[in-house]
């Protein structure tokens, strides 16, 4: 219909890179080419595959013409109309695509490190030669969340955004829920699975997370986020007693990638992006997210609650994910127009993740004796921090009891929302005093 | 930054309808101007509202000129580069969306029921002209379920799309579910908080559900689909016993909207469009669906699976969805480029619903003695419908029990995947059976 029923000649498209997900996007664009080629009104012919070594064994479709592997990627940035990039890394995935943009070429690329340390760069020049860029495979792999953000809630206001974003860090804390083993212990079988890294710090560090809040925030919130304005915490310091606990009290840890309107001390509006571990409650959307899976969880003003979910990583998902933008990009070729461009028009300042007001739950060891948990309460109050509940449960069923010293008891309190250097100096005081024998873990308390 | 710097004159929006969606639009088309225009790159200026009576009170924002409110709805359309229609119904929408389209407008509409019965004449009336037409907010309100199937997936194939669209129905089933009452008690409860009209039919019964599975299907599988082509069964006939035996056995029943590809006796491939009430395994993201709440659940070759939830009704959230509509096409008046159109190209046969190949739960009630459930599971064996499990339990702990004549059993059959002849044959032989009392329900289990 339409311009599709034009003659068009074919839309070139090169791939730079060919791994796990470079590998599937070469045979879905070769398999699937009838069915893309519906979907954009002109066939996509895929012109050339950069690789460093073309002569490496590689698992390449039978549909993909092994004679495409090329190691001039230079060369092959300057012929194509549409350049996916899925090598990874900085260097030289950022002087490829600038010069695919400068050469006129729109560029789809699934580099979350790249965007978050250096998109603004990219996305100017994108807007300076008038091509598209697209990145939904950036952030949370298969799930469509960019597009969502940037498009569908184009006519909202964003509040706050809280993100499963890392599909390693998911699994392993999914993993100590369920099976009570230890944070070592499930890292391990991740990384058997293949779920984790042989080096799994940039998983567990959360700094995967942190270049995808970086993203998400800048997304969401019209503003210049880069990953050094993300606070990040990762989740090396949870134990099975801190997951054994919270599904005592009817939580669950997962690592989030929050970013949220906060308002400063001097009433001036800005964002907070952080990640770190934290309590949802079980009555939560994400606290049902799974093993692997990621979700991404979006408060709006008029919207309400939205949530997507699906698979964060895999060559599949992922393959999926830079397929729909090729298409986006190869129709904006066909039937002219252009994808939303970089928006920083709010150009929000970034505030310190300490702005941000949250629940927090403060598990601390004490003497048990009466009048303890008066005391503990008493300096709460004094440093004006309200307490929604303090449990003083036996110990979670787990097979961690019996291991404490005898005459100690547990205080797990729930504060309601207070600023975090409020519960820092609660929490100082708390440690001071005379029955209080240890204060075990401090945990917010995120979604509730 | 790039054409949206340049000076450009303010796009004409009309708005047709001024109830509960439309004045909530009005309110964010006017309170959000300067924040819409940034994204737009034009000023968007409401010229109109079309109303049946333009006296008559009703709720508008201050921010609103109520001189703007109109009952020449013709005039109005043929004055306007955007078009909103949030009035329902099929006449006189269609004609004003029709007439707006030919005299060059884009369109975004939130009406399901004239999409479903009759959007190709509209997506070929906006094709033929050149126009957009949008209409997220006609499936599953806030959810962005339109632009992801549509665009995010255009480089992959959907399987299955399994979703919760109707937030009436979902109210119900979930009130039954954790309190144990009965249908009509829910459908009460539902009517006094709002979430169900005085006449529910139209929820009930799956007319709503149906309108939007022909909708998603339409747009997942590339192939026309309308309303008449979906096989619906509604809820009415679900009691109080029904969902405390699917909790027993580790389920909740949700009316389902289903769209998926089938394979015919034949071999043919086809689709199959259905809505119907369903057993759910309590592990599937969509079990977890509260209260109004809706989402859609996608299985696709390479993005695996992936949920969308939110609130799929109510002013503000069909608001939001028709906003981000609204931008989308303003920004392709303003920078050129054109919305995705109708794509039938896969134009694949709707195979009967019997089609499609399900597990299902049996339920019945028989003598209780030994050799009954050798003697059912023989019946099935000889029908070659291969069994998952025979559960004998004990009643559900809801208070049922001691109603039933004593000297009765309970036996919970569930298959693997069975074709509904199949099922249907191996059922009316089991009625027969001497020890047989009585098939107290048969529901297929889906999501598994």
Redesign the interface.
């Known amino acids: 219909?339409?311009?599709?029923q034009q003659e068009q000649g074919p839309l070139r498209v090169a791939l730079l890179g060919c791994g796990v997900v470079g590998s599937?996007v070469a045979r879905?664009l070769t398999q699937?080419s009838a069915?893309?080629a519906?979907?954009v009104g002109a066939p996509l012919e895929l012109v050339g595959i950069a690789v460093r070594d073309a002569s490496a064994p590689r698992p390449l479709a039978e549909s993909v013409d092994r004679s495409l592997l090329t190691e001039d990627a230079e060369g092959l940035v300057t012929r194509a109309d549409i350049v996916i990039e899925v090598m990874g890394g900085i260097e030289p995935a950022r002087s490829l695509l600038l010069r695919a943009i400068e050469a006129g070429a729109a560029v789809v690329t699934a580099n979350k490190a790249l965007l978050a340390e250096d998109g603004p760069t990219l996305y100017k020049a994108a807007?300076t030669a008038?091509v598209d860029i697209y990145f939904?495979a950036a952030v949370a792999g298969?799930?469509?969340i960019v597009?969502?953000v940037r498009?569908?809630?184009?006519?909202?206001?964003v509040r706050r955004i809280l993100g499963i974003v890392n599909g390693t860090t998911n699994y392993v804390l999914d993993q100590m829920a369920s099976t009570g083993m230890s944070f070592d212990d499930a890292v391990k079988q991740a990384q058997d699975l293949g779920y984790a890294e042989a080096d799994p710090t940039a998983d567990v560090e959360g700094f995967d997370a942190a270049a995808k809040a970086a993203i998400l925030a800048s997304l969401a919130f019209?503003t210049r986020v880069s990953l050094e304005d993300v606070a990040r915490e990762g989740i090396t310091a949870i134990t099975a007693d801190d997951v054994a606990w919270a599904a005592q009290t009817g939580h669950v840890i997962k690592l989030l990638a929050i970013a949220e309107a906060v308002t400063g001390d001097d009433g001036a509006h800005g964002v907070s992006v952080r990640v770190h571990p934290a309590l949802v409650p079980l009555t939560h959307?994400l606290a049902?997210v799974r093993g692997a899976?990621n979700a991404v969880f979006v408060e709006?003003?008029?919207?309400?609650?939205?949530?997507?979910?699906?698979?964060g990583a895999?060559g599949?998902?992922t393959?999926?994910?830079?397929?729909?933008d090729?298409?986006?990009a190869a129709?904006?070729r066909v039937?002219?127009?252009?994808g939303?461009?970089?928006?920083i028009?709010?150009a929000l300042p970034i505030l310190p993740a300490s702005t941000a007001v949250t629940r927090y739950q403060v598990r601390l060891a004490v003497d048990d004796r009466p009048g303890v948990l008066a005391q503990v309460a008493q300096v709460l109050a004094s440093k004006g921090v309200s307490i929604e509940a303090v449990r003083q449960p036996s110990e979670p069923s787990d097979g961690t009891q019996g291991d404490g010293p005898t005459g100690v008891a547990h205080l797990v309190i729930t504060t309601h929302a207070a600023a975090e250097a409020a519960l820092a100096a609660t929490v100082d005081a708390i440690a001071v005093l005379e029955p209080v024998r240890e204060i075990t873990s401090v945990l917010r308390v995120e979604g509730a």
Do not use: N
């Open positions: 219909m339409g311009a599709s599937e879905l699937q069915d893309l519906s979907r807007d008038g939904e298969a799930i469509p597009r969502p498009e569908s809630l184009a006519g909202d206001h019209h959307p049902g899976f709006a003003d008029a919207a309400g609650e939205l949530m997507f979910y699906g698979r895999g599949s998902p393959a999926s994910a830079v397929l729909g090729v298409v986006s129709r904006h039937l002219g127009g252009k939303p461009e970089e928006s028009y709010a």
